[in-house]
C-alpha cells in the first residue's frame, strides 16, 4: 500500500473532533493529507489539529454548525483561502434522539435531519466546485439505514437518506470525474455509542463485535483514495459482521 496516497491532498472532515471524525483526521494526515478539521466543538476540533501537528502533519480547525449553510461555505473558504483546493470531503457530524416517533417534538426530528442529511447536501453544494478531477467524497451512514431498533427513527431515516443521496448524486458527478460512496459502521467504540440512553438502560445490547473508529477510518480512507477509482454510488458495510445477525 501507498502509504502517502493523499499527499498534498486537501481533506475536509466534519465531525473531526472526536470518534471516527476524529481517526479519519489522523489517517490522512498520516499519509501525507491536508487535513480541514471541522467541529461545532472548538476544544475538541483544536485537540485534533493539535495532535496532527505534533505528529508532523498539516492541519487547521474551522468551527461550524454543519446545518448552517453560512458556517458550512465559512469551512470550505477557509480550506481553499489555505490551500486553493479540496480533493477530499468526509461527512461524519451527526446526532441522535432517543423518543419514540408520537413523543419526538418536531423540532427534534429537524434538527436531526439538518444535522445528519441537510449537511451532505451543503458540504456537497459548496464543496464540489472547488474539487478537481478524481477528488471524492465519503459520507459516513450506519447499519442503521438497513436494520434498525425502536426509538431512533429519526436516526435510522437520515441514515437512509444519506445512502439515497450518494446513490443519486454519484450520476451527477459522473460528469466532473469525482466519485461518491458511504461507509455504514456497526457499533463503534465512541462517545455517541457510549451515551446511547438504551445502551445504559438495558434496552438495547450490542450484538457482535464493537469496532474502533480506526477501524472505520481506514475504510474511508480507501475510498477516497484512487486504490477506489473504479467504485462510487456505493456503501462499504464496516460492522464486524452485526448485520449477519440482527
Not at 480547525?61 to 483561502?81: C, G, L, T
Not at 447536501?121 to 438497513?146: C, D, Q, W
Request: aromatic share 6%.
Amino acid at each position: 500500500m501507498n502509504s502517502r496516497r493523499f499527499e498534498k491532498k486537501v481533506c475536509l472532515v466534519s465531525g473531526g473532533g472526536s470518534g471516527i471524525g476524529r481517526a479519519a483526521c489522523e489517517r490522512f494526515a498520516t499519509e501525507g493529507g491536508r487535513v480541514v478539521v471541522i467541529d461545532l466543538n472548538e476544544e475538541h476540533g483544536q485537540a485534533t489539529v493539535k495532535s496532527i501537528i505534533g505528529a508532523g502533519g498539516e492541519a487547521i480547525f474551522a468551527q461550524a454548525d454543519v446545518s448552517n449553510s453560512a458556517q458550512v461555505q465559512a469551512a470550505i473558504n477557509a480550506a481553499v483561502d489555505k490551500w486553493r483546493a479540496i480533493h477530499v470531503i468526509v461527512n461524519d457530524a451527526a446526532m441522535m434522539t432517543f423518543k419514540p416517533i408520537v413523543e419526538l417534538a418536531e423540532d427534534d426530528w429537524d434538527k436531526v435531519m439538518a444535522v445528519n442529511l441537510r449537511s451532505i447536501f451543503l458540504f456537497s453544494k459548496y464543496g464540489v466546485p472547488h474539487m478537481p478531477e478524481g477528488g471524492a467524497i465519503v459520507n459516513i451512514s450506519s447499519v442503521h439505514a438497513h436494520e434498525t431498533t425502536q426509538n431512533v427513527v429519526p436516526y435510522a431515516s437520515s441514515k437512509g437518506g444519506i445512502e439515497a443521496f450518494t446513490r443519486g448524486f454519484s450520476e451527477e458527478l459522473s460528469l466532473r470525474k469525482i466519485r461518491i460512496n458511504c461507509v455504514a459502521p456497526g457499533a463503534v467504540d465512541t462517545p455517541m455509542l457510549w451515551s446511547n440512553p438504551n445502551l445504559k438502560s438495558g434496552a438495547e445490547k450490542i450484538q457482535g463485535a464493537v469496532g474502533k473508529p480506526e477501524d472505520i477510518a481506514a475504510a474511508i480512507c480507501f475510498l477516497a483514495s484512487n486504490e477506489a477509482r473504479f467504485i462510487t454510488g456505493t456503501t462499504l458495510v464496516v460492522d464486524g459482521g452485526r448485520l449477519d445477525i440482527l
